[in-house]
């Protein structure tokens, strides 16, 4: 509900700050003293088009700022997640405006666009008035409001659950039909492709097991070639090069020539010695690399088809556009829109059952909830009827239509659309509410839909503005006796000349009009004799009697 109003520098009112309660609150005063721009001051604060007209003479800005306190589920603080504003204990909406007309607007301090004010004001606040109407004239709301009257919640969850699954299958058979198309558009690319691949047949992990392979077989084969390199050192196949052995032999066979006949020669033994051990390790050494090579694994052919089949594999890879490791799952996909071509057709078929099927369950659905909402819409209308006669519209007769909608149209709320319509005298056609009725017909219409909708809104406060006006005696009474019952649901303010309906109030605003160097507007509660004081003056006009101090009595007591 509203918790307070301030407003600074608007027209008439310097600087004001009134405090709201529960229940039914009455603003009253003479005609100019500024019950408007109250209204005008709050709407600024909801969003209404800003007009620097509204600024205080010798001011160079105007301010509102209207507290509320919803309820913890209120539908405000999901819209003020969504927008990321933090939940505080209230909602403060926020406006400043400039003399040039630029306004600013606020939500707890964050600065926002206007259009949010006005989303937030709509869940907050409805404005019922002569010239102004927010929440029921809106047809965009009659079908959410009959429904929450008397549509029972399990039939339209119902319809909602058929309609989800409808909207499921026809995505479905949407998907289908989108892959069979995509298949046949790339027939030929994607059966090269599938072919390719399954030529290739790239297994899991391939790609680092030929590296590794590849790795191992360069290295063996550059030790094969090392070896067989040292080998050639030893035996040169150029037989007029003379090897490392062949050499040996020649210098122990000169050393030999040295010695006498039958004997040996002393000093030339030692290194003829050291020439027979050479002989020996270097025949060693070549039986040694001879072994190395005959075991050596090189196999340059194994090696060539090691790195083609990992060239094919990149080079596969790199034509997709993928890695090697995703080749698997590309031809995976790739084959299934490629068999698409051949199941899609019978995927399509059942699909397309599918969607009949649920198509038909929408249909009956949709069917229960149309009756549900014709019998909803025939206890609105009695409901309103018996509400109109009190209030002086007992020729006016409220319809409420309901129209079908083409299929194309349906949502989960329904293959219907709401309207309520009204005709104000016999004959006439029942018309749009805001069209047909005058403005004191339309604000006590309202009235009556709100005492027979309380339940079904989600609005906290509800404003009416002079909703009485040109009536009085027992239609007035009628109207007080409304008021205070939709103020036992939720809060309601009223600005009003009745006296009938200001007594029905729990709480009483005198709005007033001080003259001096500059006029100002003033407010003041009243309780006890001086709310007792005005409402005699409201019965009597300028000369308060003691006889209609008796009749403010009356309208006084319980």
């Known amino acids: 509900m509203l918790v307070a109003l301030s407003i600074r520098d608007v027209v008439l009112i310097d600087r004001l700050d ?10 009253t005063g003479e005609t100019g003293a500024g019950k408007s721009i109250l209204l005008d001051s709050l709407g600024l604060a909801l969003g209404a088009r800003a007009d620097g007209g509204l600024i205080r003479a010798g001011c160079v800005q105007a301010s509102v700022a209207a507290r509320f306190a919803p309820a913890p589920e209120h539908p405000a603080w999901a819209l003020l997640a969504e927008h990321g504003i933090a ?42 008035g002569q010239h ?15 429904d929450a009257y008397a549509t029972p919640e399990t039939v339209l ?12 299958a026809a995505a479905a058979l949407a998907e289908a039909e989108e892959r069979v198309a995509s298949a046949e558009r790339d027939r030929d690319f994607l059966t090269h492709a599938v072919e390719e691949m399954d030529a290739l047949a790239p297994e899991e992990g391939e790609e680092e097991r030929l590296a590794a392979e590849r790795l191992r077989l360069q290295q063996g084969e550059r030790r094969a070639e090392a070896i067989a390199s040292a080998l050639a050192e030893l035996t040169p196949r150029d037989r007029r ?38 002989e020996e390790a270097l025949a060693e050494a070549e039986t040694l690399l001879t072994r190395l090579a005959e075991n050596s694994e090189a196999d340059p052919r194994q090696l060539e088809r090691t ?61 229960a909830l149309s009756a549900a909402r014709s019998d909803a819409a025939k206890g609105l209308d009695r409901a309103i009827a018996r509400q109109l006669p009190p209030l002086k519209l007992d020729r006016t007769r409220f319809v409420t239509d309901i129209m079908p909608l083409p299929e194309t149209s349906w949502s989960a709320e329904g293959a219907e659309s709401v309207r309520f319509l009204v005709a104000t005298n016999p004959g006439q056609e029942p018309g749009p509410l805001a069209r047909v009725a ?4 339309l604000s006590r219409l309202m009235l009556a839909l709100k005492v027979v909708l309380a339940g079904a809104s989600p609005v906290p406060t509800l404003i009416f503005d002079e909703v009485d006006s040109g009536i009085g005696g027992a239609t007035a009474a009628a109207v007080g006796e409304r008021l205070a019952t939709i103020a036992d649901d939720v809060q309601v303010l009223l600005v009003t000349h009745s006296p009938q309906v200001a007594a029905r109030g729990a709480a009483h605003l005198r709005v007033a009009k001080e003259s001096g160097k500059r006029a100002r507007t003033v407010v003041e509660p009243l309780d006890g004799e001086a709310r007792r004081e005005e409402i005699a003056r409201m019965l009597a006009g300028s000369r308060v009697t003691q006889a209609a101090r008796d009749a403010a009595d009356a309208l006084l007591s319980p």
């Open 241 to 278: 090069s003379q090897g490392p052995a062949a050499a040996l032999r020649a210098a122990s066979r000169a050393l030999a020539r040295l010695a006498p006949a039958g004997g040996t020669d002393a000093a030339s033994e030692p290194a003829h010695a050291a020439l027979a051990r050479a």
């Open 132 to 146: 102004e109407q927010m929440g029921l004239a809106d047809e965009g709301s009659h079908r959410t409001l009959l």
């Open 307 to 367: 790195e083609e089949r990992l060239f094919a594999l990149r080079g596969l890879a790199r034509k997709h556009g993928v890695a090697v490791a995703e080749l698997a799952a590309l031809r995976a996909s790739l084959a299934g829109r490629l068999a698409a071509l051949f199941s899609g057709a019978a995927e399509v078929e059942a699909r397309s059952r599918a969607l009949q099927a649920a198509a038909a369950a929408r249909r009956k659905a949709f069917a």
């Open 87 to 128: 939940r505080e204990e209230e909602i403060v909406l926020r406006r400043v405006l400039a003399a040039d007309g630029r306004s600013r607007g606020f939500v707890n301090d964050e600065p926002v666009g206007v259009a949010l004010l006005r989303r937030l004001a709509a869940l907050l606040v409805e404005v019922q």
């Open 18 to 27: 009134l405090a709201f309660g529960p229940g039914l609150t009455v603003l």
């Open 438 to 441: 005058s403005g004191g017909e």
């Open 157 to 168: 969850e119902a319809a909602r659950a058929a309609h989800g699954k409808w909207r499921e």
